[in-house]
């Protein structure tokens, strides 16, 4: 089971990886070539003895890790937490979620925005802290308050202007801020970089085992605070699972099986054990990787199968969005899918997980189908994507010289029938990455 729900949470580049360790680990299993039309009928047998195989697969991700009876509060619980994280979170993403429950003070979340806009990939802030107070009219003291602020996030580090400064900041969260380690860094990090530890022993009176171990601290810290949120890590780069396309009036997914060999039980091994080998101990090691090889191939027929129907569900109740655009996604939890396809939730969330599929409008993450979503005055429902979108198309037609403010974006929402607070706009458009209003205005 452990082996299924592994196979099933793999993105198909990460599953090829793991299917060519099982290849090497099994010598029972090979590779299977295109076969002629005439031996399909032989491939349809292994399928029909694979699909014979499920029934404990089936009812295990159905029926498992169901609360008997389910109170209001713990199914909000379990629902928030399946249809959370629907897009890949930025750093910008990240601090903006904690900005605002920071403050509400409007010219600190000013200030904290507009450094948060000027940070580079690796989390450091890159504009003079000046030209900050003068791009979020605020002042210079006001300034330093946001950035401190920022400074207090996770990660640890971020919001620092050099090396030093973010390095320090992680010893202060982690209790050092006296430590040895902190006066090194502040004063000497030349020479420890350059592992004079003898130098430092004697200037500061302490044994060299106590520089080095100072020295193995501060290499554990992290120089890139927001490196991991980066979207140009080689891990980010992803091949759709499938693509969305219209055959006739349906849309339907279609699965790219490329990436994930096709399997099979080696002609070879299966002769052998119907030998009489004499060897008790052998024949049981067959049988056994044999066993295991057809768990595999099952693993992976089922993981399509399920993978398939789940898309297949997302593509039938999202028929809006793949003829018009992001602007009519629909809300979507992943619990209605689960119950639409037969299988826990969990299943759902895994099947999703770290996956991609194209679209006419581009590659997008299978999660960011699933989103919650507003009811405007006429009883319509809207997903909070499509809000996004409406906010972006307010933005992109606003006049340069006198940009649309959170609030004015609000009252013009609210004219259409959504009623949403200004917070919840702000994190939209910082989400979007568009600049506050008063860094948009062209003179």
């Not at 029934?55 to 109170?71: G, K």
């Not at 450091?124 to 605020?138: G, N, Q």
């Not at 554990?220 to 605070?225: E, G, K, S, V």
Request: aromatic fraction near 6%.
């Amino acid at each position: 089971m452990q082996q299924s729900l592994h196979f099933l949470q793999a993105p198909s580049l990460e599953l090829r990886s793991l299917v060519q360790q099982e290849l090497q680990a099994n010598p029972t299993l090979e590779e299977k070539v295109e076969e002629p039309e005439d031996k399909e009928d032989e491939w349809d047998d292994e399928i029909n003895e694979i699909r014979k195989m499920d029934e404990d697969w089936r009812e295990y991700f159905s029926q498992n890790n169901r609360p008997n009876t389910p109170t209001s509060e713990l199914q909000k619980r379990r629902q928030f937490l399946f249809d959370s994280q629907v897009e890949q979170e930025t750093l910008s993403d990240h601090l903006i979620s904690q900005l605002m429950l920071s403050t509400e003070n409007e010219d600190i979340l000013r200030a904290a925005e507009t450094i948060i806009g000027n940070l580079n990939e690796n989390g450091y802030l890159t504009v003079p802290l000046d030209e900050i107070a003068t791009s979020a009219r605020v002042t210079p003291e006001q300034a330093q308050t946001a950035l401190t602020l920022i400074q207090s996030f996770h990660p640890p580090g971020v919001g620092a202007r050099d090396l030093s400064e973010t390095l320090l900041i992680q010893l202060a969260q982690r209790g050092r801020g006296e430590s040895l380690e902190t006066e090194l860094i502040r004063n000497d990090l030349e020479r420890l970089g350059r592992k004079r530890y003898l130098e430092l022993s004697r200037h500061y009176k302490v044994p060299t085992e106590r520089i080095q171990e100072a020295a193995e601290y501060i290499g554990r810290l992290q120089p890139h605070p927001g490196a991991s949120y980066s979207a140009d890590l080689p891990q980010n780069v992803v091949q759709p699972e499938a693509a969305f396309v219209k055959v006739g009036n349906t849309w339907t997914a279609q699965l790219n099986d490329d990436p994930i060999p096709r399997l099979k039980i080696s002609d070879t091994y299966k002769d052998l054990m119907g030998q009489n080998l004499g060897d008790k101990n052998l024949k049981e090691y067959l049988r056994e990787r044999i066993r295991a090889g057809k768990f595999l191939i099952k693993c992976l027929y089922q993981r399509q199968q399920t993978i398939e129907n789940i898309l297949n569900e997302i593509a039938k109740r999202q028929e809006d969005f793949f003829e018009n655009g992001i602007g009519n996604l629909k809300p979507l939890t992943m619990n209605q899918v689960a119950e639409a396809v037969g299988v826990h939730e969990t299943t759902v969330s895994r099947a999703a997980s770290n996956k991609y599929a194209q679209t006419p409008w581009g590659v997008f993450p299978i999660k960011f189908f699933f989103t919650s979503g507003y009811t405007t005055s006429e009883g319509e429902t809207m997903a909070n994507t499509s809000i996004k979108d409406s906010i972006s198309a307010l933005i992109d037609r606003e006049n340069p010289h006198k940009p649309l403010s959170d609030s004015e974006i609000v009252d013009i929402l609210k004219d259409r029938g959504i009623e949403m607070a200004r917070r919840t706009v702000a994190k939209y458009r910082a989400e979007l990455g568009i600049l506050p209003s008063n860094l948009r205005r062209q003179l």
